[in-house]
């Protein structure tokens, strides 16, 4: 008799020793230590950037995790807290290039909120956000990509603004120090990003 086959694997293991079904996440099997890990060796850009090491999602979260909280310093800590999260998906599923998400359809998305909510219910947060907490974090998020473009993937300040809009509300004091860019190792993105998920819980 033949044996039934057995269906594709969809689960995978974390080094926490946490197992995290891809097609049900579990808020119970997703960790900051996990999340922090993977994307600090998840590079931005394709890894088309300057430097000794790549800039990783982990430091991208952390960065827009800072610009939200310029852009509206009395926001409250869940929502820093849901911009430093914002990106945790990429822990999973890798940093796909805008373009690459729209090809793969509406059946990418689906999975994506999928696991986004897990994870926003795991750290406290709703499943779903306010519209202007999502609106604030896409500003941060694209005024970090202006950054990222200009100082370390290699377009022009007139390209980064078409495609990222110029980025409003960064002027001030320390702001130029503050924002330049080099790319963390993968050891210090991990800590920084565990460090903040911590302090704003």
């Not at 020793?17 to 996990?34: A, H, N, T, V, Y």
């Not at 960065?63 to 849901?82: G, M």
């Not at 956000?129 to 970090?144: M, Y």
């Not at 078409?162 to 503050?178: D, I, M, T």
């Amino acid at each position: 008799m033949s044996r039934k086959p057995q269906p594709p694997r969809a689960w995978q293991r974390m080094l926490s020793g946490r197992r995290l079904d891809l097609l049900d996440p579990s808020p119970l099997d997703i960790e900051i230590e996990d999340i922090a890990h993977g994307l600090a060796r998840v590079a931005r850009w394709n890894g088309q950037t300057t430097g000794a090491h790549a800039f990783s999602v982990a430091q991208h979260c952390v960065l827009v995790e800072a610009l939200v909280t310029r852009f509206k310093p009395d926001v409250e800590r869940r929502w820093r807290l849901a911009a430093l999260l914002h990106d945790a998906p990429e822990y999973v599923i890798g940093d796909m290039i805008s373009p690459f998400k729209a090809a793969l359809g509406l059946d990418y998305k689906d999975f994506e909120r999928k696991l986004e909510a897990a994870i926003h219910i795991r750290f406290g947060l709703p499943a779903q956000l306010p519209q202007w907490v999502e609106a604030l974090i896409k500003r941060a998020d694209r005024a970090s990509a202006f950054l990222e473009a200009i100082q370390l993937a290699g377009f022009s300040e007139n390209e980064a603004a078409r495609f990222f809009g110029r980025p409003r509300g960064l002027k001030g004091a320390g702001s130029e120090r503050f924002f330049t860019l080099e790319p963390w190792s993968p050891d210090r993105a991990k800590a920084e990003m565990i460090r903040r998920c911590k302090q704003l819980q």
